[in-house]
């Protein structure tokens, strides 16, 4: 964890990660303005809500998963029969 004089803000160290994973030419393409921090922006709200005492968003109940196996039976089924076979 950074002190308080040592904070950056976490846009300018995605763009500095990515310009050191880009080559030199490369940079140029980059445009800051497309970076979009949705991590930083959902730990900003959390931090605020916390201190201000409110309630916590819980996240949502996942998706039950998709049993690939029968997905994959059903449409050769599916395509068998489409060709009536």
């Given at each position: 964890?950074?002190?308080?004089?040592?904070?950056?803000?976490?846009?300018?160290?995605?763009?500095?990660?990515l310009a050191r994973s880009r080559s030199v030419d490369q940079v140029d393409?980059?445009?800051?303005?497309?970076?979009?921090?949705?991590?930083?922006?959902a730990l900003e709200q959390l931090v605020t809500a916390k201190l201000s005492?409110?309630?916590?968003?819980?996240?949502?109940?996942?998706?039950?998963?998709?049993?690939?196996?029968?997905?994959?039976?059903?449409?050769?089924?599916?395509?068998?029969?489409?060709?009536?076979?």
């Amino acid at each position: 964890m950074l002190r308080s004089d040592q904070s950056r803000s976490l846009p300018s160290c995605v763009s500095s990660a990515l310009a050191r994973s880009r080559s030199v030419d490369q940079v140029d393409e980059v445009e800051e303005s497309e970076l979009q921090d949705r991590y930083g922006h959902a730990l900003e709200q959390l931090v605020t809500a916390k201190l201000s005492g409110g309630e916590l968003a819980r996240p949502g109940v996942p998706a039950a998963p998709v049993d690939l196996l029968a997905a994959l039976e059903e449409s050769v089924q599916a395509a068998r029969a489409g060709r009536g076979g």
